[in-house]
């Protein structure tokens, strides 16, 4: 009886397969390769970066990051449109401060500072930088919201054809053949063997990029449902309590709490207050945790310093801890320098499984037209 089932469901699930690939292929192409760029996005960016604005030279210790945000904000008085929503505080000897500028309209101009001297070394249009334009193309297709929900469906889609193309491997029967390619035999065979083993090589990978790439582009249904699956409370809405005629706390008087709170964390970013009512986040990294900004935060109120949530990264609840987890699995970072250049061909897999799988469907086309 399992055999019989077994035998009328395989065309139903051959069949979901071939037509989900054939229809979002050249999607999946074109998040396939924005993604092998994304892997290494930061270094590329380091690079073209230190080739505009010049290289920072390590001499010493590093300026405060309250006189580092003074300098900014005296330098560009002239802007008062231009609000000042966070720096970048990577402990890297060589990386610059990183001040964003927030527009009215939205845009970020990104101000980068000599760490060790405090001088302002130049500045840049985020939307323009090549990491940016490339991510939007990626998470977005450059189409603002409706793109984010097409991309969202793509990944999900991108899920199934993971589970059917597992479910489909021939070498389930026979295990080394599956992993064969015969290359001398004919080029429709030839073409078969690489779509199957490129498929079931990148399978798991392939599945872990679009199940948190889904996740992503659904944030507030998906994390919702990991958040209740694993009994983890969502996180509140953390507002400043504004107390008339009472001026905010200055970052460094707020950084000192911070560290008070958290003090064998490394601080990575400051997320500033734009609104009276906001407050003020501080991101820190402990060594042993694998993300460069960490995965530890501390909120505070900007008048009173008062800490209103604290997060370990590494003591955070399961669903926390999951969420956070999407980051490395998505981006191949759990593994070091190893599994990112794997993730580098994992992003090419795509190509060639939308072209082997195209031939394929012309192969069949072909043979039922003619008969």
């Known amino acids: 009886m399992f055999t019989i089932k077994q035998f009328k469901l395989r065309p139903i699930v051959f069949s979901l397969h071939r037509y989900i690939g054939l229809a979002i292929g050249l999607l999946l192409v074109i998040a396939g390769l924005t993604g092998s760029l994304l892997v290494f996005a930061d270094e590329i960016d380091h690079f073209l970066l230190a080739r505009q604005i010049g290289h920072v030279i390590p001499q010493g210790q590093?300026?405060?990051?309250?006189?580092?945000?003074?300098?900014?904000?005296?330098?560009?008085?002239?802007?008062?449109?231009?609000?000042?929503?966070?720096?970048?505080?990577?402990?890297?000897?060589?990386?610059?401060?990183?001040i964003w500028l927030l527009s009215s309209e939205g845009e970020r101009t990104e101000i980068?500072?000599?760490?060790?001297?405090?001088?302002?070394?130049?500045?840049?249009?985020?939307?323009?930088?090549?990491?940016?334009?490339t991510l939007k193309l990626h998470y977005e297709l450059f189409a603002g919201d409706?793109?984010?929900?097409?991309?969202?469906?793509?990944a999900l889609l991108l899920f199934i054809l993971?589970?059917?193309?597992?479910?489909?491997?021939?070498g389930w029967k026979r295990l080394i053949s599956g992993f064969k390619i015969k290359w001398n035999a004919h080029p429709r065979r030839v073409n078969f063997d690489i779509h199957k083993v490129s498929g079931i090589i990148l399978a798991v990978f392939l599945g872990l990029i679009s199940f948190t790439g889904f996740c992503w582009n659904f944030y507030d249904f998906t994390q919702s449902i990991i958040y209740a699956l694993t009994s983890t409370p969502n996180p509140s809405n953390l507002v400043s309590q504004n107390i008339t005629?009472?001026?905010?706390?200055?970052?460094?008087?707020?950084?000192?709490?911070?560290?008070?709170?958290?003090p064998d964390e490394v601080t990575t970013y400051v997320l500033l207050p734009t609104k009276p009512e906001d407050a003020i986040a501080?991101?820190?990294?402990l060594p042993q945790e694998s993300w460069k900004f960490g995965y530890s935060q501390i909120y505070l109120d900007q008048y009173t310093g008062e800490i209103l949530r604290l997060k370990n990264g590494l003591k955070a609840p399961l669903g926390e801890k999951i969420w956070d987890s999407f980051g490395a699995l998505h981006y191949g970072t759990f593994g070091g320098l190893p599994t990112r250049i794997l993730y580098v061909f994992v992003g090419l897999a795509p190509l060639i499984l939308?072209?082997?799988?195209?031939?394929?469907?012309?192969?069949?086309?072909?043979?039922e037209f003619r008969s």
């Open 282 to 285: 501080v991101g820190k990294k």
């Open 162 to 170: 993971c589970i059917t193309g597992i479910i489909l491997w021939p």
């Open 146 to 154: 409706v793109g984010i929900q097409i991309m969202g469906v793509v």
């Open 112 to 133: 980068n500072v000599n760490p060790y001297t405090g001088a302002i070394m130049g500045s840049r249009v985020l939307e323009n930088t090549l990491k940016s334009l």
């Open 245 to 262: 005629g009472k001026s905010p706390l200055n970052v460094t008087q707020l950084l000192q709490k911070a560290d008070a709170a958290l």
């Open 354 to 367: 939308f072209i082997t799988g195209f031939v394929m469907w012309r192969y069949r086309y072909r043979t």
């Open 62 to 98: 590093q300026v405060s990051i309250e006189s580092v945000l003074n300098t900014v904000k005296t330098a560009y008085s002239n802007h008062p449109e231009l609000k000042v929503e966070r720096i970048y505080t990577l402990p890297e000897p060589d990386v610059p401060y990183r």
